[in-house]
Nanobody, 114 residues
Framework: QLQASGGGSVQAGGSLRLSCAIH????????FGWYRQPPGKQRELVAS??????EYADSVKGRLALSTDNAKNTVSLQMDSLKPEDTAVYFC???????????WGQGTQVTVSS
């Protein structure tokens, strides 16, 4: 119900844009955004929007930007000035009010070479 796209390989300093299409059957969304899981590490929150606020991990502030296209039910993550440490599988997520369930996209690989 979440379909992620846009990963790939770039050199350090390059840019990528990830997109996540949220199926219309998911309504009353409380928060959404992106996590990532670097090789051999735990999944970590990258960017999220909820309660009117957008938050970013300290490691990506000023380089990554979360945006939405409400007409297309799409959440995007613009990634600029990429660093090798941004290499990870990126997962979009969404959750709903009055529910503990979290919807996840299938994950998209981002590889940044030095």
């Amino acid at each position: 119900q979440l379909q992620a796209s846009g990963g790939g390989s770039v050199q350090a300093g390059g840019s990528l844009r990830l997109s996540c299409a949220i199926h219309g059957s998911i309504f009353r969304i409380k928060s959404f955004g992106w996590y990532r899981q670097p090789p051999g590490k735990q999944r970590e929150l990258v960017a999220s929007f909820g309660s009117g606020n957008t938050e970013y991990a300290d490691s990506v502030k000023g380089r990554l930007a979360l945006s939405t296209d409400n007409a297309k039910n799409t959440v995007s993550l613009q990634m600029d000035s990429l660093k090798p440490e941004d290499t990870a599988v990126y997962f979009c997520f969404a959750d709903q009010f009055n529910s503990d369930y979290v919807y996840w996209g299938q994950g998209t690989q981002v590889t940044v070479s030095s």
